[in-house]
């Protein structure tokens, strides 16, 4: 079946240090959207990425979505203590359509 | 807007044993989706559910089952409950098709003893 996994499953990084996770589908995506989890909480919607080759901003993060809707990555710009937590990205593809999430990964900022 | 509300928070339940959890999603959305969230396993999807039909459904044993009432409510349900069951269990409404993403509720936790 669908499978999304993400890299890496684990990063720390020092306040005002770059971040990014990638994304990948072993299958073709209609669309991917990015979730925001924090310690203790549930996912937090980000934004949804349509386009083959699509780019997105919002603030310092930056999401893009591949030429061919099989992979998409956040970067974070400078990042902050509030930007901890565990980033998921989800896709929906596949002869059924539905949302499957990635492996997540957990981002540790050390101030 | 209220947001989704899913109950009980927290339950403890004893192997065997059934259980039941509700999600209210936010006015309006008619699709309505369950996750499993464990620390190794990650977000599973479990079954979609809209206008009371199910739509989709994850590679979960037919102990997980699930329902939509015609006010768009959801309820799942797991039987006979195994130390294994014990997750956080998350229900996610949206707009048809998930335009705009899905809204997540602050989940029930399972605890199986």
């Known amino acids: 079946g669908q499978q999304v996994m993400q890299i890496p499953q684990y990063q720390h990084v020092q306040e005002g240090e770059d971040f990014t996770t990638y994304c990948n589908s072993s299958t073709t995506l209609s669309n991917i959207q990015w979730y925001k989890q924090r310690p203790g909480g549930h996912p937090v919607f980000l934004i949804q990425l349509v386009k083959s080759g699509e780019v997105k901003k919002q603030k310092r993060l930056t999401f893009q979505f591949g030429e061919a809707k099989k992979n998409s990555s956040l970067h974070i710009t400078a990042t902050q203590t509030t930007d901890v937590g565990t980033y998921f990205c989800a896709g929906n593809g596949g002869a059924t359509n539905k949302l499957i999430f990635g492996t997540g990964t957990l981002l540790a900022v050390q101030p | 807007k209220a947001g989704v509300t899913q109950t009980p928070r927290y339950l403890i339940k004893t192997r065997g044993q059934q259980v039941t959890l509700s999600c209210s999603p936010i006015?309006?959305?008619?699709?309505v989706s369950w996750y499993q969230q464990t620390p190794g396993q990650g977000l599973q999807f479990l079954f979609e559910?809209?206008?009371?039909?199910?739509?989709n459904k994850g590679n979960f044993p037919g102990r997980f089952s699930g329902r939509q009432f015609s006010n768009s409510r959801s309820e799942m349900n797991v039987s006979t409950l195994e130390l294994g069951d014990s997750a956080l269990y998350l229900c996610a409404s949206s707009l048809e098709g998930g335009a705009g993403g899905y809204t997540f509720g602050s989940g029930t936790r399972l605890t199986v003893v």
């Open positions: 559910y809209f206008s009371e039909t199910q739509r």
């Open positions: 006015s309006g959305h008619r699709s």
